[in-house]
Structure formats: structure tokens, C-alpha cells
């Protein structure tokens, strides 16, 4: 399995931007669909953003879409989420995610077999 660890974040007033990061161990990070998560505290797990292997498509849940930009650079083995116009209901740890099942359904997590530990990222008002 691929391991993930992600870096990035941190504590923004609302309007502001952050950057993601998550970086894969090994050769074949390329076969992985990759996703992003959050959980807010008392709260379920949500998706956030997926990219397809070859970064060719994206998806966003209606929440972040417009604000929110997932990104891959398959050479550094990395994938970005670049957060822009931060407000406080995004507050909540930041998971990303692999996935090597082929028609990847990127809303469930469930799909998802490599998780990271999560990075906070808090919004104040």
C-alpha cells in the first residue's frame, strides 16, 4: 500500500487561502486515484476533492466547488488541494486518500484504501 503524509496546514481568517499537500511513498503513484477528506469534530467524514490517475478530472463536492482546487504532479508524487476563500465551516482535519479500485467512486470513502493522518486546518471569523 502507498503511504501518505500531508503537510499545510494551519489557522486562516475567513477569506483566506491555504495549500494542502500530500505526499506518496513509492513508484506507483500514478495508478492511484486520489482523494481528499475532512472531519469536523462531531461530525462524519465528508469527501472534499478527487483527481483521476492522470489528473485529467476533478471532482468537488458542492461545498468547496469554486473555492477549492485539486491538483497532481504524478513526478513528485504528490497531490495538492489549494483552498482559497477559507471560511469558518471549513474548519475540520484534512485527510488524503488512495485509491487503486479501477471506476473509483470518489464521494465513498469506502473506495479509498490508504488513508494519511490528517492535517488541521482552522478558520477563524
Known amino acids: 500500500q502507498v503511504q501518505l503524509v500531508e503537510s499545510g496546514g494551519g489557522w486562516v481568517q475567513a477569506g483566506g487561502s491555504l495549500r494542502l499537500s500530500c505526499a506518496a511513498s513509492?513508484?506507483?503513484?500514478?495508478?492511484?486515484?486520489m482523494g481528499w477528506f475532512r472531519q469536523a469534530p462531531g461530525k462524519e467524514r465528508e469527501f472534499v476533492a478527487g483527481?483521476?490517475?492522470?489528473?485529467?478530472?476533478?471532482y468537488y463536492a458542492d461545498s468547496v466547488k469554486g473555492r477549492f482546487t485539486c491538483s497532481r504532479d504524478n513526478t513528485r508524487n504528490t497531490v495538492y488541494l489549494q483552498m482559497n476563500s477559507l471560511k469558518p465551516e471549513d474548519t475540520a482535519v484534512y485527510y488524503c486518500?488512495?485509491?487503486?479500485?479501477?471506476?473509483?467512486?470518489?464521494?465513498?470513502?469506502?473506495?479509498?484504501?490508504?488513508w494519511g493522518q490528517g492535517t488541521q486546518v482552522t478558520v477563524s471569523s
Open positions: 513509492g513508484r506507483t503513484f500514478s495508478r492511484y486515484a
Open positions: 486518500a488512495a485509491s487503486w479500485i479501477g471506476g473509483t467512486n470518489y464521494y465513498r470513502d469506502t473506495d479509498f484504501g490508504s
Open positions: 483527481i483521476s490517475r492522470s489528473g485529467g478530472s476533478t
